[in-house]
């Protein structure tokens, strides 16, 4: 099942503005990450928080933790249309004996940028 | 550095046929692989874990005899879609887990390949 759910589905910005996707997961996590999807392409890692931060930034993107809410924010300041894309929560669970992560996704938000 | 490269990008076939795709990572060293699938405009689903040297984990509805999935090395998985329908249309993305030895990768992280969009027709 899915455990991170993002809102928005969809969001639509003028370039300049700030865009915020939320995302909420329903059981324990050791991380959570956001990525970025282009349209037909692979994913990009753009920052991942443990669970004992509750905020981070790099660059534009600012991303916070609230564990005893299960949700977390993604902000990306002064946007460009260049960040048109789908944003993906991810939250990750260890594999009993196998020492690996495995990562659930959220649905995504698709973010269109107008120049 | 860290890039995980996919081979075919694009593949179409017809049905019946088997396709094999591979994923690699290309400067680090990758113990464990995952295999995801993505219908259009929907979420990445794992399919299963690859872990090098044995078999790989599948999860719950995914028919392991008709993904088969290969580890044969640190830096290399395969995926074969057999006998492939229509319905297995879709685009097929893997990642590879970093241990964190390159300089440029970090440990446990998982690095995701450009996907390959399979057509059956």
């Known amino acids: 099942s899915q455990q991170g759910e993002e809102d928005p589905q969809a969001l639509s910005i003028q370039e300049g503005e700030n865009a915020t996707m939320n995302c909420s997961y329903k059981t324990s996590i050791n991380n959570l990450q956001w990525y970025r999807q282009n349209s037909g392409r692979g994913l990009v890692h753009l920052i991942l928080?443990?669970?004992?931060?509750r905020e981070k930034h790099s660059g534009r993107l600012r991303v916070t933790l609230d564990t005893s809410k299960k949700s977390s924010s993604l902000l990306i300041t002064a946007s460009r249309a260049a960040d048109t894309a789908s944003y993906f929560c991810?939250?990750?669970?260890?594999?009993?004996?196998?020492?690996?992560?495995?990562?659930?996704f959220g649905k995504g938000t698709k973010l269109s940028v107008i120049p | 550095g860290a890039v995980v490269s996919q081979h075919p990008s694009r593949v179409i076939c017809k049905s019946g046929t088997s396709v094999k795709i591979e994923c690699r990572s290309l400067d680090f060293q990758a113990t464990t692989m995952f295999w995801y699938r993505q219908f259009p405009k929907q979420s990445l689903m794992l399919m299963a874990t690859?872990?090098?040297?044995?078999?790989?984990?599948?999860e719950q509805g995914v028919e392991k005899d008709k993904f088969l999935i290969n580890h044969a090395s640190l830096t290399l998985s395969t995926l074969t879609v057999t006998s492939a329908h229509p319905e297995d249309s879709s685009f097929y993305i893997c990642s590879a887990l970093s241990l964190g030895l390159a300089e440029f990768s970090k440990a446990d992280t998982q690095y995701f390949g450009p996907g390959t969009r399979l057509t059956v027709l």
């Open positions: 690859s872990n090098e040297g044995s078999k790989a984990t599948y």
């Open positions: 928080i443990r669970s004992n931060e």
């Open positions: 991810a939250t990750d669970r260890r594999v009993a004996g196998a020492g690996s992560y495995q990562l659930t």
